[in-house]
């Protein structure tokens, strides 16, 4: 990272009681970043968002926003804002009051708070709205008056907390396009808590997969989808087929194996990687895998048999038991030449790029 | 839902809700309209109309001494219980805690305990203390049986009251003292005057524990029970009834207004939330 990181996260420890809910997570993000905290709950990527905000103090470690250390400062003097997952739109208050909440302590004059409220209500398209009340308001429109809140302080970091979990799907579909296009047009920090992977890859820049406190893997969301170091975090991504490797050759950096149907390959070798009984896991998405029709030839392929199939309008997933692997193989085809079609029982062979495989850590 | 559309419906079911009501209310509606009646005697047929029982109110100075008395009282036990039920109902609505089931059933309890026995049991306490018995015995015995009352409206108030509008308050920059003014004190308001109206209407009425505990300075039911000794001050009494029960509709109907919009309110906000 170039400059100064807008925030700092440094060895910072979690304690309640006997648990430990952040556990020597380090961290930084830059300035105008859009980062996300992804994990599935009680993975400790709340308790560090609030942490950032100033609503749970670490036991030990440091946190810096914009150089300055803000352990001890109260939410209410630090330079971040949050959006609520229930977005706390204030009950007795319209939104236009909602909105101008934070800038009263501000004491602008009336036109001046007249006009930024008026400019964060137009941002996220609710100028038309500003007289309602909260219970006036669909879900869609309370998280634009949250955002619009939030915004309206020109924090240097915006903080989301699952802002998008309460939405349908499809009004969570238009708000995450929306979200983003909205971080590029102010600029400002972003950092986002979710535990739905798409929403992380869809929106992100760079995303921290959490489990049990600890950070596992902060990468874009492509290498942490394409190339992700532990079988968790493969897991945690979307469908990967896993399988033992023997392994054949080991450098500080790279790992030859030798896989049941994939053959020889030598591949990057994950961070904190050990070997167990000198046995690698690799994996390969299930995307990775090809069907391949007729008398198509590839130079990488396996055959096997269709025990299983599974339809998912776009795309069909098939489950192809490979003689010699313990699991039977994940295969997802898109529906365009007719694998929603093929019969269970039926012999397939799959063709799959060397490089689509990867070493994990267990 | 689909019961509803089972049951035939009966000829003899309206017939059964207006004696049904009638059962309740009727009773009630012959004292206003005995109160304006021209006779000393509660007897119909009516003698004519005449205001002159609820002139008499005025100038009756044992009653106006009585009303007196409940409003101190009743003013008292509201805030009283208000204020304790705010306490237990945002620790109940709050916190998770051991014991909580056990608490909040204590605490509603004296709505289920029969009053005479519970008025029996504190008169025995307060002379084995030594304490005179007077308007701050009455206070302190009603608060213990108002208090479910102001529980039940308060804990229905708080428990729509989603904790994070105060951390988003903090977040936007407001203080402490701040945030309780501006977000807490009015979200919650509505509960509030919704518990000290509730509580004083209780307040009011009561009769079995400010009797007991009342000595020589009695309260208004009190002071009724004691003039239906007088046949001729039936009529004024009738009078004074009718104004009671006046005030404790309004009131209730009020608090009742308050407290169902406030959450309407919350409950809209926290539809989300669940």
Redesign the interface.
């Known amino acids: 990272m170039p400059e100064t990181p807008m925030i700092t996260i440094e060895a910072v420890n979690k304690f309640y009681g006997i648990y430990k809910a952040l556990d020597d997570v380090s961290l930084d993000i830059a300035a105008g970043e859009f980062f996300s905290l992804l994990g599935p709950s009680g993975c400790g990527k709340t308790t560090l968002l609030r942490s950032i905000?100033?609503?749970d103090t670490p036991s030990t470690g440091d946190i810096r926003i914009d150089g300055q250390s803000v352990i001890g400062t109260?939410?209410?003097?630090r330079p971040?804002?949050?959006v609520?997952?229930?977005?706390?739109?204030?009950?007795?208050l319209d939104v236009e009051e909602n909105v101008a909440?934070?800038l009263k302590?501000?004491k602008l004059d009336a036109s001046e708070e007249r006009r930024r409220v008026g400019a964060a209500l137009d941002q996220v398209r609710l100028g038309h709205l500003g007289k309602r009340?909260?219970?006036?308001l669909s879900?869609g429109q309370?998280q634009r008056v949250a955002l619009a809140?939030?915004l309206v302080?020109r924090p240097k970091v915006l903080l989301l907390d699952e802002p998008l979990s309460?939405l349908d799907k499809k009004l969570r579909e238009e708000m995450q396009v929306e979200l983003r296009s909205l971080q590029k047009a102010v600029g400002i920090t972003f950092i986002l808590v979710t535990h739905d992977q798409y929403e992380a890859l869809a929106l992100s820049d760079r995303i921290a997969v959490m489990f049990g406190g600890r950070i596992a893997q902060v990468a874009t969301p492509k290498e942490i989808y394409q190339r992700p170091t532990t079988r968790q975090v493969a897991d945690f991504l979307g469908g990967m087929n896993f399988m033992k490797a023997r392994i054949t050759g080991e450098t500080a950096t790279r790992l030859s194996v030798e896989t049941p149907r994939f053959g020889g390959v030598t591949l990057d070798k994950p961070l904190g990687f050990s070997a167990r009984n000198g046995t690698a896991t690799i994996g390969i998405r299930p995307e990775r895998l090809r069907v391949l029709w007729d008398d198509a030839r590839s130079d990488f392929e396996v055959a096997g048999r269709v025990v299983d199939r599974h339809y998912f309008g776009e795309i069909t997933h098939l489950i192809v038991d490979i003689p010699g692997m313990e699991q039977p193989l994940s295969v997802s085809e898109t529906n365009n030449f007719g694998a929603d079609d093929i019969p269970v029982g039926d012999a397939v062979r799959l063709a799959y790029d060397p490089d689509a495989l990867v070493a994990l850590s267990d | 839902m689909s019961g509803r559309h089972g049951i035939p419906k009966s000829r003899w079911l309206p017939a059964y809700v207006t004696v049904y009501l009638a059962f309740l209310y009727l009773p009630i509606l012959l004292l206003p309209i005995f109160s304006f009646n021209n006779a000393a005697t509660t007897t119909f047929p009516l003698a004519g109309f005449t205001t002159k029982w609820y002139a008499s109110l005025w100038h009756n100075t044992a009653l106006l001494e009585a009303a007196r008395n409940s409003m101190i009282v009743g003013i008292s036990v509201a805030i009283l219980s208000t204020v304790l039920g705010i306490c237990a109902a945002r620790a109940i609505t709050r916190y998770r805690f051991r014991g909580q089931r056990a608490a909040t059933g204590l605490i509603m309890a004296p709505l289920f305990l029969p009053e005479i026995i519970f008025a029996v049991s504190l008169l025995m306490i307060i002379l084995q203390l030594g304490v005179e018995l007077s308007l701050v015995t009455v206070i302190l015995g009603q608060v213990i049986f108002c208090l479910p009352y102001a529980m039940s409206v308060l804990i229905s108030g708080f428990g729509g009251f989603?904790r994070?509008?105060e951390?988003?308050?903090?977040?936007?920059?407001?203080?402490a003292i701040?945030t309780f003014r501006?977000?807490t004190l009015?979200?919650v308001a509505p509960a509030l005057v919704s518990s000290l109206l509730v509580s004083f209407t209780v307040s009011l009425d009561e009769f079995i524990l400010a009797f007991f505990l009342s000595g020589t300075e009695p309260t208004l039911p009190v002071y009724i029970w004691g003039q239906l000794r007088f046949a001729a001050k039936l009529p004024g009494v009738l009078a004074l009834g009718s104004v009671m029960i006046l005030i404790s509709i309004l009131l209730l109907t009020l608090s009742e207004i308050i407290r169902r919009r406030a959450e309407?309110?919350?409950?809209?906000?926290?539809a989300?939330?669940a």
């Open positions: 905000a100033g609503f109260p939410p209410n003097r971040t804002n949050m609520f997952q229930s977005y706390a739109i204030f009950p007795h909440y934070g302590r501000l009340r909260a219970h006036e879900g309370r809140r939030a302080m309460a | 989603d994070s509008l951390e988003a308050s903090l977040d936007l920059g407001e203080t701040g501006r977000v009015p979200v309407h309110r919350l409950r809209a906000q926290g989300l939330n």
